[in-house]
C-alpha cells in the first residue's frame, strides 16, 4: 500500500512515524530518503516512539557511528543506520546489513538513496520526504505491509 501524508510540522512528521512505529511486528526495513532537512530524523524519531523506545526524543542521526541499537518496549531490536557518509554499497555491507534483519528486528536506514541499489530483491518499505514549504513536508510511504494503516 502507498500513501501520500502531507505534514505541517515537525510534531506531524513524528506523529506520522508514531503510527508506523506502533504497527511493527519485526523484520520490517525502512528506507527513508529525502533532502537535508527534509524530516527523515523526525519520522524515525516518530517510529522508535511508536515501537516503544521510552526515549525516543535521543534518537539521533548516527552520522559518525554509522548505527545506533535501541531496544524497545515491545521487544523489537530497532536498528537506525545512517548511509551519508558511506562511500560505497560494500562500506554498507560491511556494517553487518545482514546481521539486523531478523524477525524481532526493525531496520531503519536514513539517506537510503545512497544504498538502495543494496536493497534490490528485498521487501522493503520506502519513505520519501520532500520540501513544500518552510516547516510543510510532502511525505510518500510506498510499499507498507498491509499490517500498517495509516
Known sequence: MDYD?????????????TR???QLKGSEIVAVCGALGSGKTHLIKGIARGAGIENYEHVNSPTFVMVNEYTASSGLDIYH???YRLGSLEEFEMLGFDDFCYPHSVVLIEWADKIEPALEGI??????????????RNIRLENLPGHIVL
Open 5 to 17: 501524508i502531507v505534514s505541517n510540522s515537525p510534531h506531524e512528521t513524528i506523529e506520522t512515524g
Open 20 to 22: 508506523i512505529g506502533r
Open 81 to 83: 543506520v545512517d548511509a
Open 123 to 136: 521487501d522493503y518499505i520506502r519513505a520519501e520526504l520532500a520540501h513544500s514549504g518552510e516547516s510543510r
